[in-house]
Nanobody, 111 residues
């Protein structure tokens, strides 16, 4: 059974940085494309970033130039590096892999 465990969220001031991690287990194989989503209070869950098995990446417009997504295949881990954080980045962040979701990690950007 596939399990996703996120970590790295927290409270940060505007302009600060955080790095989220998502460890994938139970796949029985190398992980394929993975994604990060986020859901702010009262809003729909939105796709933030994707990384393919080949390492190609894509981002939603609002985070381009500020967020990067990377992967460590040896550790079955995907990272989301978030820089220049803004209050509007406040949300619960989820990793997603082949119809499986993690439990989410809260990111709060506030002074």
């Amino acid at each position: 059974q596939v399990q996703l465990v996120e970590s790295g969220g927290g409270l940060v001031q505007p302009g600060g940085s955080l790095r989220l991690s998502c460890v994938v287990s139970g796949t029985g194989r190398s992980i394929l494309a993975m994604a990060w989503y986020r859901q702010a209070p009262g809003k729909q869950r939105e796709l933030v970033a994707v990384i393919t098995s080949a390492g190609n990446t894509s981002f939603t417009n609002s985070v381009k130039g500020r967020f990067t997504i990377s992967r460590d295949n040896a550790k079955n881990t995907v990272y989301l590096q978030m820089n220049s954080l803004k209050p509007e980045d406040t949300a619960v962040y989820y990793c997603h892999y082949r119809n499986n979701w993690g439990q989410g990690t809260q990111v709060t950007v506030s002074s």
